[in-house]
Every structure is written in structure tokens, then in C-alpha cells.
Nanobody, 123 residues
Framework: QVELVESGGGLVQAGGSLRLSCAAS????????MGWFRQAPGKEREFVAA????????WYADSVKGRFTISRDNAKNTVYLQMNSLKPEDTAVYYC????????????????WGQGTQVTVSS
């Protein structure tokens, strides 16, 4: 089992950038596929990005494609989400999550979740 801790959130102006990090504890981190989700007030948690354990295959929500990049460093047990050209509608709590099987876009497929980090984009 792994435990996940996100960091890197904050307040940024529209058009700015942030890099979120998700540090994992546990020796089996490299066997998990990882994803980022977000949840804005009054809305359901939504898929943002995901990648396989190898990091070779990645997927993105249409709303962030071309602006966000997900990556992982298995040697550091860390997953990153580089967010560029941020928009006010990107404001949400961002969560990283780990899964063994299941659809990358389905939050129910993920077994382990971090506590979340707040991202606020001002206009």
C-alpha cells in the first residue's frame, strides 16, 4: 500500500503556472498507475490527467490538454502535474491518486488518494 501527499498548490494569476507534486511512500509505488483529479466547490470530482506505471502512456481531460503535463519519477516516488496557462476555471482542490486496475478516468478505479492541495487562479 502507498500513501500520497500533494504539495505545490497556491494562488496564481490567470496565465500563470504551477507545478503540483505528489510524494508517495511505500516500496510498491512503481507498480501503480497514477492520476490527478480535481474538485471545485459544488461540483463532482473530475479527471484531469493520468499515466501508466512506466510513464510512457498519458491521458488528459480535453479541458487541460496542451496546458497540463503529467509525469513521474519512480526513483523519487513522485508524480508531477505541470500546469501552464492557468485559467480561473482551473480553480479547485487537486488530488493525486493511485490505482492498480480499471479505467484511468474513473475515480472509483483508484485505491489510494492524497489529501488534496488547493489551486486558485485569479482573473
Amino acid at each position: 500500500q502507498v500513501e500520497l501527499v500533494e504539495s505545490g498548490g497556491g494562488l496564481v494569476q490567470a496565465g500563470g503556472s504551477l507545478r503540483l507534486s505528489c510524494a508517495a511512500s511505500g516500496r510498491t509505488f512503481s507498480s501503480y498507475a497514477m492520476g490527478w483529479f480535481r474538485q471545485a466547490p459544488g461540483k463532482e470530482r473530475e479527471f484531469v490527467a493520468a499515466l501508466r506505471w512506466s510513464g510512457i502512456s498519458t491521458w488528459y481531460a480535453d479541458s487541460v490538454k496542451g496546458r497540463f503535463t503529467i509525469s513521474r519519477d519512480n526513483a523519487k516516488n513522485t508524480v508531477y502535474l505541470q500546469m501552464n496557462s492557468l485559467k480561473p476555471e482551473d480553480t479547485a482542490v487537486y488530488y493525486c491518486a493511485a490505482r492498480k486496475v480499471g479505467a484511468y478516468y474513473n475515480p472509483r478505479a483508484y485505491d489510494v488518494w492524497g489529501q488534496g492541495t488547493q489551486v486558485t487562479v485569479s482573473s
